[in-house]
């Protein structure tokens, strides 16, 4: 499922930027469906502009039919009544998403046979410090089984003794879900921290939910900028 909303408080209508011949939308659809890990893609939008040029490329789309908060919120209303165990959110300004990344958060299910974890996403190694200070950079510290224990926009851990060796990760907005979890998710009202960094998947942190990170060394690039969109266009070159 690839949440699409067509304003975007940073960049308006970034998904429906040219990104060298199609949008960036069309991009990430595309891209989610050359992995050939899925049984079903969909984009799932309140525009209609997004909606028609999924539908006339030959895609899936489904139209909100309520206002959301997130994109975990827009993507639980529209598998609610699908029979499916693990739903998979591709952000829709990551074109530059990869299968093997992708591949290794599905795996993540198929070895939890205790069903202990409520979702999974990745992470990445970011060692610049303008972008582990960047609060536009969404960053995350695990535990020793890489569970997830606080997201922040914030430099976390704070580096008060920068030779103690801690490693700082970058969240990268790519989830999967039990159905479930993402049922509950849609039920369940923000909190404080949630709302203070915002940052959805504090929410399943704050109701003791857990979050299996998972590694990959595939940075990409995510579009929230006009910045972004041109240090893209170079990269797709």
């Given at each position: 499922m690839i949440p699409a909303r067509y304003q975007a408080s940073r960049f308006p209508a970034k998904l429906?930027?040219?990104?060298?011949?199609?949008?960036?939308?069309?991009?990430?659809?595309?891209?989610?469906?050359?992995?050939?890990?899925?049984?079903?893609?969909?984009?799932?939008?309140?525009?209609?502009?997004?909606?028609?040029?999924?539908?006339?490329?030959?895609?899936?789309?489904?139209?909100?039919?309520?206002?959301?908060?997130?994109?975990?919120?827009?993507?639980?209303?529209?598998?609610?009544?699908?029979?499916?165990?693990?739903?998979?959110?591709?952000?829709?300004?990551?074109?530059?998403?990869?299968?093997?990344?992708?591949?290794?958060i599905i795996e993540v299910f198929k070895d939890d046979t205790e069903k202990e974890i409520d979702l999974a996403s990745l992470m990445?190694?970011?060692?610049?410090?303008?972008?582990?200070s960047n609060p536009n950079t969404v960053k995350v510290i695990v535990d020793k089984r890489n569970?997830?224990?606080?997201?922040?926009?914030?430099?976390?851990?704070?580096?008060?003794?920068?030779?103690?060796?801690?490693?700082?990760?970058?969240?990268?907005?790519?989830?999967?879900?039990?159905?479930?979890?993402?049922?509950?998710f849609q039920k369940l009202p923000m909190l404080a921290l949630e709302a203070t960094e915002k940052i959805e998947a504090i929410r399943f942190l704050e109701y003791g939910r857990k979050i299996r990170m998972v590694e990959t060394h595939v940075t990409g690039i995510e579009i929230d900028t006009p910045d972004d969109l041109e240090r893209a266009k170079k990269a797709w070159r």
């Amino acid at each position: 499922m690839i949440p699409a909303r067509y304003q975007a408080s940073r960049f308006p209508a970034k998904l429906m930027q040219d990104l060298n011949g199609k949008p960036v939308i069309l991009r990430t659809y595309d891209a989610v469906i050359d992995t050939n890990l899925f049984d079903d893609v969909y984009v799932v939008t309140d525009s209609d502009v997004i909606y028609s040029l999924i539908e006339k490329n030959g895609g899936k789309a489904i139209m909100s039919e309520q206002e959301h908060e997130s994109g975990s919120d827009r993507i639980a209303e529209a598998v609610s009544n699908m029979q499916v165990d693990i739903v998979i959110n591709v952000q829709g300004d990551e074109p530059f998403i990869d299968k093997e990344s992708l591949h290794r958060i599905i795996e993540v299910f198929k070895d939890d046979t205790e069903k202990e974890i409520d979702l999974a996403s990745l992470m990445t190694p970011i060692t610049v410090w303008d972008e582990i200070s960047n609060p536009n950079t969404v960053k995350v510290i695990v535990d020793k089984r890489n569970f997830a224990l606080y997201f922040s926009r914030s430099p976390i851990p704070y580096p008060r003794d920068k030779d103690a060796g801690a490693v700082y990760y970058k969240h990268k907005g790519i989830y999967a879900f039990r159905k479930r979890a993402l049922a509950d998710f849609q039920k369940l009202p923000m909190l404080a921290l949630e709302a203070t960094e915002k940052i959805e998947a504090i929410r399943f942190l704050e109701y003791g939910r857990k979050i299996r990170m998972v590694e990959t060394h595939v940075t990409g690039i995510e579009i929230d900028t006009p910045d972004d969109l041109e240090r893209a266009k170079k990269a797709w070159r």
